[in-house]
């Protein structure tokens, strides 16, 4: 079946570090792929996606590339803020719009210090 | 005021009680989702929604029952609670297009003694 392998937590960094989030999939066929942020206390905010390879998928200075060839969809922002402070999910949804099934990662909580 | 909106936000009870949670949404879309999330785990999907008419089971649905009493209200029902349920709930709805991400409720955070 579909999986999502993302690297573990916790991560701690200071303002202004670049981030690198990995993460990596199995599916059949063409899967779309997301990254979801979950703030303390909120639910899961869509962040990004890509829906097919080569994609480039990008919001509030993240971005992910869809890369089919090595199977990953790694999150990077350049510069990190306090407020980016939150837990980070990786998300495949089957190909052919069968969207009803999202496959989560385990979740990377993301600490950035002043 | 939030699009999916979700209650109880918290709820303490005890082992062998009935409990539902109640899940409302006002972003007009079909499909509405039951997900449970636990420490270290993600999140898993209980069961889902396509209309009222289609309900379906997702990968942990033994122990949990659901409604779809109108397009935008989707319940979620613990026939008779005990403590591994203890958990993170969340209420998702997206639309029927391909590819469409789901939009999440804040959560109800239920503990069972």
């Known amino acids: 079946g579909d999986s999502v392998t993302q690297m573990e937590g916790p991560v701690t960094l200071s303002e202004e570090a670049f981030l690198t989030i990995n993460c990596t999939y199995t599916?059949?066929?063409?899967?779309?792929l997301f990254w979801y942020v979950q703030y303390p206390g909120e639910g899961l905010q869509l962040l990004l996606k890509?829906?097919?390879?080569?994609d480039k998928g990008s919001n509030k200075g993240f971005e992910a590339t869809y890369r089919k060839e090595t199977t990953s969809f790694h999150l990077e922002k350049g510069s990190v803020q306090v407020s980016d402070s939150a837990v980070y999910f990786c998300?495949?949804?089957?190909?052919?719009?069968?969207?009803?099934?999202?496959?989560f990662g385990k979740g990377t909580l993301l600490t950035v210090n002043p | 005021d939030a699009d999916v909106t979700q209650t109880p936000r918290n709820r303490i009870t005890k082992t062998g009680k009935r409990i539902m949670l109640e899940c409302s949404q006002t972003?007009?879309?079909?499909?509405m989702y039951w997900y449970r999330q636990d420490p270290g785990l993600g999140l898993q999907l209980i069961y889902y929604?396509?209309?009222?008419?289609?309900?379906n089971k997702g990968e942990i649905s033994d122990g949990y029952s659901v409604s779809r009493q109108a397009q935008a209200k989707f319940s979620l029902s613990l026939e008779s609670a005990i403590p591994n349920q203890t958990a993170l709930y969340f209420c998702?709805?997206?639309?029927?297009?391909?590819?469409?991400?789901?939009?999440f409720g804040d959560g109800t955070r239920l503990s069972i003694l």
């Open positions: 998702a709805t997206s639309g029927g297009g391909s590819n469409q991400p789901q939009h």
């Open positions: 599916a059949t066929g063409y899967p779309s």
């Open positions: 890509a829906t097919k390879a080569d």
């Open positions: 998300a495949l949804a089957p190909g052919g719009g069968s969207n009803y099934k999202l496959t």
């Open positions: 972003k007009g879309h079909d499909r």
């Open positions: 929604s396509f209309d009222v008419k289609d309900i």
